[in-house]
């Protein structure tokens, strides 16, 4: 029975030399396009932080050659839209940004810290993996719809405990910023916390430490330092915050820390003034702008600041 070869295709050496180099040449092109991309990319970045900044600089700038600087930071009203005895004190503002903070932090931190030491030193990985996604839902929530759900749910609940809240207030938003935040506390928490070694958790274990003894006295220590960075990093998140504060919070800057009378926090007066209330040009139109530079002062410190805690206070293992 005869063999039947089929001719294999056959290749010299100088088309194979010349292919090798034609795919050599695609790469290198590609390997020398990718970095000067990946750098325009980088450059756009800083340019747009730097317009940001300098459109902010210059407009405040602006603002402060019409209104004392002295008056801006000492003055205790702000009455804006009162054109004959009109007053630029931002102190209201950040009073009720304050006050709202405050009231946030005290929701998120025991809550998110709690939900933080059960992901990590509780729950299964089953369990972990199944809550744990549940929780950071809360964070893709529109900030809108809690704003509402502050406005029709938790006010009128609060009134049936506190006869005397307003339907605007302090008490409400801050709540439900407090709500908002907790994915992120016990996100960046329960991070921090995992990344302690077992073996610390198994050493303290042998010596006799039980579960919580070893949560509370062991790992919360080594892992402080992304633990307060979180609590930074919420706060400055609470701070920024704008429509929960604008729907459910109103729009009177009073200078006081009662929560249960309606406030107006710095992102709530931008809000307000950027619907149209204010013509182009006018003061009260730059004001938001000294507002605004006031806001990006507080979230810059607190950005800084849990940096620094971070780089400070690392564990190394």
């Known amino acids: 029975m005869a063999v039947i070869k089929q001719d294999s295709p056959t290749y010299s050496v100088r088309e194979m030399i010349k292919e090798k180099k034609a795919k050599q040449s695609g790469l290198m092109f590609v390997e020398k396009l990718m970095p000067k991309l990946l750098l325009l990319t980088a450059v756009i970045s800083v340019l747009t932080t730097l317009g940001i900044l300098f459109t902010l600089l210059f407009e405040t700038f602006t603002f402060f ?148 003894e070893v949560a509370l006295k062991v790992v919360l220590p080594a892992s402080a330092s992304g633990i307060i960075a979180s609590f930074v990093l919420a706060i400055s998140r609470a701070v920024g915050e704008t429509m929960i504060v604008a729907v459910a919070g109103g729009s009177s800057p009073v200078l006081s820390f009662d929560v249960t009378q309606s406030i107006q926090t710095m992102t709530a007066y931008i809000v307000q003034v950027t619907t149209g209330d204010a013509g182009y040009g006018t003061t009260i139109y730059y004001s938001i702008y000294a507002v605004g530079m006031t806001l990006f002062v507080f979230t810059l410190a607190m950005n800084l600041l849990a940096q620094y805690i971070s780089r400070r206070f690392r564990e190394e293992y």
Request: glycine fraction near 8%; hydrophobic fraction near 50%.
């Open 65 to 212: 050659s019409r209104v004392s600087i002295i008056e801006f930071l000492t003055a205790k009203e702000w009455l804006p839209w009162n054109e004959e005895n009109g007053s630029f004190g931002v102190a209201p503002l950040v009073t009720g940004t304050l006050l709202t903070t405050g009231i946030a932090m005290v929701v998120a931190i025991p809550i998110g810290l709690a939900s933080a030491i059960y992901l990590s030193e509780y729950a299964s990985d089953k369990t972990r993996r199944i809550i744990k996604p549940i929780l950071e839902v809360l964070a893709g929530i529109p900030t809108i719809v809690y704003g509402f759900f502050a406005l029709t749910f938790v006010t009128p609940l609060l009134k049936q405990i506190i006869p005397d809240l307003g339907i605007f207030n302090a008490l409400s938003p801050g709540i439900v910023m407090g709500i908002m935040i907790i994915p992120m506390v016990a996100s960046l928490s329960e991070d921090a916390m995992s990344s302690v070694p077992n073996a610390i958790r198994e050493g303290a274990l042998g010596l006799g430490s039980t579960k919580l």
